[in-house]
């Protein structure tokens, strides 16, 4: 059985920096996708940027300039490097992999980050 764990999240100041990493291990071999949403309290869980195998990105439009999503495949990892966090970005931050199972698609996702951004 595989799984996802995050790294990274804590407290920082509006403005400030934070790097997450997510690491996927055990039975997890070929990863395709792989993204990172977050969740606020009482809100619905939404994307923040999302990254292909092959390096193709997209992030939703309130992050655009600001957050970087890569990944490093040998290690079936991804980072997400935020810059100029706002107090409004404080949420549980969320990995997800897309894992191809003998030609299935199965999705995992992490147990969660905090990420707080005092104001």
């Known amino acids: 059985q595989g799984r996802l764990v995050e790294s990274g999240g804590g407290l920082v100041q509006a403005g400030g920096s934070l790097r997450l990493s997510c690491a996927a291990s055990?039975?997890?071999?070929?990863?395709?996708?792989m993204a990172w949403y977050r969740q606020a309290p009482e809100l619905q869980r939404e994307l923040v940027a999302k990254?292909?195998?092959?390096?193709?990105?997209n992030y939703a439009d309130s992050v655009k300039g600001r957050f970087t999503i890569s990944r490093e495949n040998a290690k079936n990892t991804v980072y997400l490097q935020m810059n100029s966090l706002k107090p409004e970005e404080t949420a549980v931050y969320y990995c997800?992999?897309?894992?191809?199972?003998?030609?299935?698609?199965?999705?995992?996702w992490g147990q969660g980050t905090q990420v707080t951004v005092s104001s």
């Open positions: 997800y992999a897309d894992v191809a199972v003998l030609g299935e698609h199965i999705d995992y």
């Open positions: 990254i292909t195998r092959g390096g193709s990105t």
């Open positions: 055990g039975s997890i071999f070929r990863i395709n996708a």
